[in-house]
């Protein structure tokens, strides 16, 4: 079977930014969904960080499956190579994810690099809230960044308890109001 996959957890899942040919809902055990990468470019600065998301180990999560054709696949791993790896805080990964069915496919992955400097680590929600609050990167504020992933990702029926809780505690300490 010459099929080659890519999982998204993030903006990846509303924004592949790369043609199709099939997407689906999946499923990654052995890692999940964290607000744990801190964005030197995009959402922060080196010198105030903000936070975005990586697959971390630990637990699963919900997500999506993009199938590419054969003859697009080394364009688009060269696209997702240049927009996921811009710091090298992320790892490519192959990793069996379960599709609609109990079908199980290889896909590609971007999961966290414990070892970079950019990785947070699991912070207290109340930290990840005020990082979240403050930060601004070339596009644009943190906040705007988890504020968007949130509501994509109910749009999607995909719950992530933490990181609304995060939102809510960040849209406070935006709005003055504290925890």
Same mark, same amino acid.
């Given at each position: 079977?010459?099929?080659?996959?890519?999982?998204?957890?993030?903006?990846?899942?509303?924004? +592949?930014?790369?043609? /199709?040919?099939?997407?689906?809902?999946?499923?990654?055990?052995?890692?999940?969904?964290?607000?744990?990468?801190?964005?030197?470019?995009?959402?922060?600065?080196? %010198?105030? +960080?903000?936070?975005?998301?990586?697959?971390?180990?630990?637990?699963?999560?919900?997500?999506?499956?993009?199938?590419?054709?054969?003859?697009?696949?080394?364009? /688009?791993?060269?696209?997702?190579?240049?927009?996921?790896?811009? &710091?090298?805080?992320?790892?490519?990964?192959?990793? +069996?994810?379960?599709?609609?069915?109990?079908?199980?496919?290889?896909?590609?992955?971007?999961?966290?690099?414990?070892?970079?400097? %950019?990785?947070?680590?699991?912070?207290? &929600?109340?930290?990840?809230?005020?990082?979240?609050?403050?930060? /601004?990167?070339?596009?644009?504020?943190?906040?705007?960044?988890?504020?968007?992933?949130?509501?994509?990702?109910?749009?999607?029926?995909?719950?992530?308890?933490?990181?609304?809780? /995060?939102?809510?505690?960040?849209?406070?300490?935006?709005?003055?109001?504290?925890?």
């Amino acid at each position: 079977m010459n099929e080659n996959w890519v999982f998204g957890y993030g903006s990846l899942m509303w924004n +592949p930014g790369f043609e /199709v040919e099939e997407s689906l809902p999946a499923h990654l055990h052995g890692y999940r969904r964290s607000l744990c990468v801190r964005s030197w470019v995009h959402r922060g600065t080196e %010198q105030d +960080p903000g936070l975005v998301l990586g697959l971390d180990r630990g637990g699963s999560c919900r997500g999506m499956a993009f199938r590419v054709s054969p003859d697009s696949w080394p364009a /688009v791993l060269a696209y997702l190579r240049e927009r996921e790896l811009v &710091t090298h805080v992320y790892r490519e990964r192959i990793l +069996p994810v379960s599709l609609p069915g109990g079908v199980r496919r290889p896909a590609l992955a971007y999961v966290i690099d414990r070892g970079h400097r %950019q990785y947070a680590g699991a912070l207290a &929600t109340a930290e990840a809230a005020e990082t979240v609050s403050r930060a /601004v990167g070339r596009s644009g504020p943190n906040i705007d960044y988890v504020t968007n992933t949130l509501a994509h990702l109910r749009d999607m029926g995909i719950r992530d308890h933490w990181l609304e809780e /995060v939102g809510r505690m960040a849209a406070a300490f935006s709005a003055g109001l504290g925890s």
